[in-house]
Every structure is written in C-alpha cells, then in structure tokens.
C-alpha cells in the first residue's frame, strides 16, 4: 500500500498558506489512511453491512482530531463550537417554504439548527453523533432532532419530507450506494419536493485531502468517490426520477440568500462549465473560480 504512495509528492496550492513540514507529514498520513479506506471500501458490496462498517471507521474521530491537530500545528485555533449557517437557511427558504426537511449527513448540526429557527421540522443523520446535538434540540425545542445512522441503516416514512437536503455529502458515497441514496431521498420527498446537493466541482479540484499529493485538475484519491460537474448531477438525478434543475447564481448554497434560485441559473452553470474546462486546470485554482464554478443544484420530484 505505501509502496504504491510512494509516487506522491506535495503539492503546494495557489490558494491556501504555506504549511510546515510537520503539517505536510500529518496531511500524508490522512491521504495514507484516506487512500487505505478507499480501497477496502471499494472491494466491498454497495449496501453491505462491512461496507457501512468501513464508511463508520472511516469517519471516526479519529480523523476530526487529525484536522484539528493540523490547524494548531499551523497556529490556528481550534474552537468547538457551531458555524453559523443562517445565510445557507435562509438560501433554502429562498428555494421553497419551511416545512419538513431531511438532512443526511448533518455533521455538527449548524445548518439543522438555523433551519429550525426559521420555521422548519428537521431531521438530521449522521453515521458520527455531534457533542452540540442535544444542545440543538433543546434549543429549537424539538423543531430539529437527531438520529445516529444512514438513509441506509434508519426506516424513514417515504414521502413524509417537502426538502431532503445533502451537504458536501454524497462525494462520500462509494459507486452504489451513490445512486441508491438518489432513489432513498426521492422516495422520501412528497411530490413536489425538492432534494438540495451540494457538491464538490472536480473543474476546481480535487477537494478532498489528496489535492496535497495530486496536481489540480486530477480526479480525487481521498474519501471523495463522487466529485461531480452540474452536467454529471444532472444525468444521475434525472436518472433517479428529478426534475426542474435550479441552482443560485454561482458558488455554493448562500448565493442563493438573495437571487434565489432558477431554472435559468442552471443553464448558466451548464454553460459556464463547459467555458471552464477550457481554462487550464492551475488557472481553475483559484478564489475567483471556486466563487464562478456552481456547486449546488436542486432537482424536484415531479408532481
């Protein structure tokens, strides 16, 4: 296995600060283990129960203290506490009106949090349970609650939610489980619904930890199995059963607060990927891009 690692080397990116040496050796010990878990993962059935053992292991704590030992390394501090996510809640009210809404891959809670306090019913998911999701509930008084597990491992009622929503999520889906958790979050919606991705543009990646160790451009060799294009969403929710494509303007989910979303946006976003990929893959490294290049759409479940 390391033997076959050992054809890396660091890469530094246009875009991030200059990191030490004891930092590069931390970032190729969680693309060393990123890259052991992929492999494993990879030669197990979609759907299995070693398989959902693996993704667990994969996400463990483990791996959140890693991160958070590279920020002191570098000087940063490292404060537990929640982000606030009131421009993404607000983007999706923009979308369509509070109600009922799944978020599989719910991490801290933040973004359950500012959706509960702008008058949605929200369930969160995770396969790793957050120290502030009590604290959560308590606060939005039972508006946002929590489960431990997956929209494989939990019985949810179909047709129950009006929004099912995946944050930088479905990238960790290995082929399989990817277009089965497509159809479990159709089957979830009521007619009408919508389902909100946010997923990394490989036109600016990789974004997973292997972008320290593979030139821009080069599809991702970490934990991201699913980097997509707005033209490869399309195909694999249209496939599903979505319909009606909107995205915001550009960027990710709070682009949405003011503009809204549109069916003309995402025409846009098609386009613009197709200008994009024209550019060289060092040029797409930069600010500029992550802001130009969209990465959030939205697909209805039809009527």
Same mark, same amino acid.
């Given at each position: 296995?390391?033997?076959?690692?050992?054809?890396?080397? +660091?890469?530094?990116?246009?875009?991030?600060?200059?990191?030490?040496?004891?930092?590069?050796?931390?970032?190729?010990?969680?693309?060393?283990?990123?890259?052991?878990?992929?492999?494993?993962?990879?030669?197990?059935?979609?759907?299995?129960?070693?398989?959902?053992?693996?993704?667990?292991?994969?996400?463990?704590?483990?791996?959140?203290?890693?991160?958070?030992?590279?920020?002191?390394?570098?000087?940063?501090?490292?404060?537990?506490?929640?982000?606030?996510?009131?421009?993404?809640?607000?983007?999706?009210?923009?979308?369509?009106?509070?109600?009922?809404?799944?978020?599989?891959?719910?991490?801290?809670?933040?973004?359950?949090?500012?959706?509960?306090?702008?008058?949605?019913? %929200?369930?969160?998911?995770?396969?790793?349970?957050?120290?502030?999701?009590?604290?959560?509930?308590?606060?939005?008084?039972?508006?946002?609650?929590?489960? %431990?597990?997956?929209?494989?491992? &939990?019985?949810?009622?179909?047709?129950?939610?009006?929004?099912?929503?995946?944050?930088?999520?479905?990238?960790?889906?290995?082929?399989?489980?990817?277009?089965?958790?497509?159809?479990?979050?159709?089957?979830?919606?009521?007619?009408?619904?919508?389902?909100?991705? &946010? %997923?990394?543009?490989?036109?600016?990646?990789?974004?997973?930890?292997?972008?320290? +160790?593979?030139?821009?451009?080069?599809?991702?060799?970490?934990?991201?199995?699913?980097?997509?294009?707005?033209?490869?969403?399309?195909?694999?929710?249209?496939?599903?059963?979505?319909?009606?494509?909107?995205?915001?303007?550009?960027?990710?989910?709070?682009?949405?607060?003011?503009?809204?979303?549109?069916?003309?946006?995402?025409?846009?976003?098609? +386009?613009?990927?197709? &200008?994009?990929?024209?550019?060289?893959?060092?040029?797409?490294?930069?600010?500029?891009?992550?802001?130009?290049?969209?990465?959030?759409?939205?697909?209805?479940?039809?009527?």
């Amino acid at each position: 296995m390391f033997a076959a690692l050992s054809k890396y080397s +660091f890469v530094q990116h246009r875009i991030e600060p200059r990191y030490s040496l004891a930092a590069q050796e931390l970032l190729w010990k969680l693309f060393s283990y990123e890259r052991c878990y992929r492999e494993l993962i990879l030669q197990t059935r979609p759907g299995s129960e070693e398989r959902q053992r693996l993704m667990q292991e994969l996400y463990a704590k483990e791996t959140f203290r890693w991160y958070c030992h590279l920020d002191r390394l570098e000087g940063r501090e490292v404060e537990e506490k929640l982000t606030d996510r009131t421009k993404d809640a607000a983007s999706l009210t923009a979308l369509l009106k509070p109600g009922r809404c799944l978020e599989a891959g719910a991490g801290s809670g933040a973004l359950c949090r500012s959706l509960a306090l702008r008058g949605w019913q %929200v369930d969160g998911l995770d396969v790793v349970e957050s120290p502030f999701w009590k604290e959560i509930e308590a606060e939005t008084g039972g508006a946002a609650h929590f489960t %431990v597990g997956s929209l494989a491992s &939990v019985s949810l009622p179909e047709g129950h939610y009006d929004l099912c929503l995946m944050d930088n999520v479905l990238e960790h889906f290995p082929p399989g489980d990817y277009e089965i958790a497509l159809l479990k979050a159709l089957a979830l919606l009521r007619p009408g619904g919508w389902l909100a991705l &946010v %997923v990394p543009n490989p036109l600016t990646g990789p974004h997973d930890v292997s972008r320290y +160790f593979v030139p821009p451009g080069q599809p991702a060799q970490g934990c991201h199995f699913n980097e997509r294009r707005l033209w490869d969403l399309r195909r694999d929710l249209f496939r599903a059963g979505f319909r009606n494509f909107k995205t915001p303007a550009c960027g990710g989910l709070a682009f949405g607060r003011r503009f809204g979303w549109s069916e003309w946006y995402f025409g846009s976003a098609i +386009f613009l990927e197709a &200008v994009f990929r024209l550019v060289p893959a060092y040029y797409r490294d930069s600010i500029l891009f992550q802001i130009l290049v969209t990465c959030a759409v939205a697909g209805q479940k039809p009527l």
